[in-house]
């Protein structure tokens, strides 16, 4: 049957130098191989564009990456199409690493099942997927967030920050979201419900972390490395939690974050995780467990911002890297 499909997909031109450009990608158009013995198809409804596929992309992302002329690998919502299992019948909804492309062919184990009772599956790709584990992970399990803590939060209405930040005031805390632009501003506080933002880009930080924070930052949860990172850690309160987690300053290749000086960390009695995503990978169903209820229950906020179609997925994936998206990126290739 799909022998005589045409499988669209989104390929790696070049290598980027510095900020990525659409002239990176090419949009292609190939005839559908047939699918191999104990493989699924699937068709892709719903992509997620994250920071991360940056330094993939430069073949540097934790010990891995892709060469020009390469699929862009990316995790999606998808329709099982062809399926032999009956563990997997057709029209199933499963999250995978799909990539940027139409079709995609898995091995069972590589698949994993929508929440049936999710009323919206791209939720799957941000507030209740990768994100939101990583959300999860920082603010609950390393920060440990609770009542009076003050939590500052960078790229705080993307995927990440924007859970982040309901996590953080469901326990009670304070939270500080830096940010840029009006428009930013307005979903941070009115949207996400951030108690104060702060323009990264018109505020002095220093300054206005004081104002927000007189009595220190509890915990800080970066996801963009410097000079943010050396800013807010120098206004840590005594006892501090910094979770790392992202350098969104760096994938582009044309910054280098260098960090705190450990004698702040010492002075501070800081307590600082790394935290990698893919470790808590065996904890997601409890965590769609509990959070989805609440996001169908209407408890939780999600801030997506989703384009249709394939081909727009360089252009929305350059406007990301260039701070310039309002939410979490979803590329829809749904009807």
Same mark, same amino acid.
């Not at 997620?48 to 992302?61: E, F, K, M, Q, T």
């Not at 590589?110 to 939101?132: D, F, K, N, Y």
């Not at 005594?238 to 290749?253: A, E, H, P, Q, T």
């Given at each position: ?223 963009? #490395? /410097?000079?943010?990172? +050396?800013?807010?850690?120098?206004? =840590?309160? $005594?006892?501090? @939690?910094?979770?790392?987690? %992202? *350098?969104?300053?760096?994938?582009? #290749? /044309?910054?280098?974050? +260098?960090?705190?000086?450990?004698? =702040?960390? $010492?002075?501070? @009695?800081?307590?600082?995780? %790394? *935290? ?60």
């Amino acid at each position: 049957m799909t022998e005589t499909l045409n499988n669209s997909a989104v390929i790696l031109a070049r290598r980027p130098e510095g900020l990525p450009t659409p002239e990176d990608f090419s949009v292609v158009t190939q005839p559908l191989t047939p699918r191999a013995e104990g493989k699924i198809r699937c068709e892709t409804l719903f992509l997620s564009l994250d920071p991360y596929i940056r330094s993939v992309i430069a073949g540097n992302h934790l010990g891995h990456g892709i060469d020009p002329g390469k699929v862009v690998p990316g995790e999606v919502v998808a329709r099982v199409i062809e399926s032999d299992d009956t563990d997997w019948p057709v029209d199933t909804l499963v999250r995978c690493q799909g990539g940027w492309q139409q079709f995609s062919d898995h091995p069972s184990e590589a698949l994993a099942r929508v929440p049936t009772e999710l009323s919206r599956p791209s939720l799957t790709l941000s507030v209740l997927g990768m994100p939101g584990l990583t959300a999860w992970a920082g603010m609950v399990d390393l920060a440990k967030v609770g009542p009076g803590d003050v939590v500052v939060i960078p790229a705080a209405v993307g995927g990440v920050g924007a859970m982040a930040a309901q996590l953080a005031r469901r326990a009670g805390a304070t939270t500080i979201a830096i940010t840029s632009g009006p428009e930013k501003r307005r979903i941070a506080l009115e949207t996400l419900g951030y108690d104060h933002c702060i323009d990264r880009i018109d505020d002095d930080l220093g300054t206005a972390l004081e104002r927000a924070a007189p009595d220190g930052v509890s915990v800080y949860f970066d996801l963009v #490395g /410097d000079p943010t990172l +050396t800013t807010v850690a120098q206004r =840590l309160a $005594i006892g501090g @939690r910094v979770v790392l987690c %992202g *350098l969104i300053k760096d994938y582009n #290749g /044309d910054h280098k974050t +260098t960090g705190p000086h450990p004698g =702040l960390w $010492i002075t501070k @009695r800081a307590t600082v995780s %790394g *935290l990698v995503v893919y470790d808590y990978e065996s904890q997601r169903q409890a965590f769609e467990a509990e959070f989805v209820p609440l996001m169908e229950a209407g408890e939780l906020t999600a801030n997506e911002e989703i384009h249709n179609g394939l081909e727009a997925a360089p252009e929305a994936f350059c406007r990301l890297m260039r701070g310039h998206n309002n939410g979490k990126v979803v590329i829809s290739l749904a009807d």
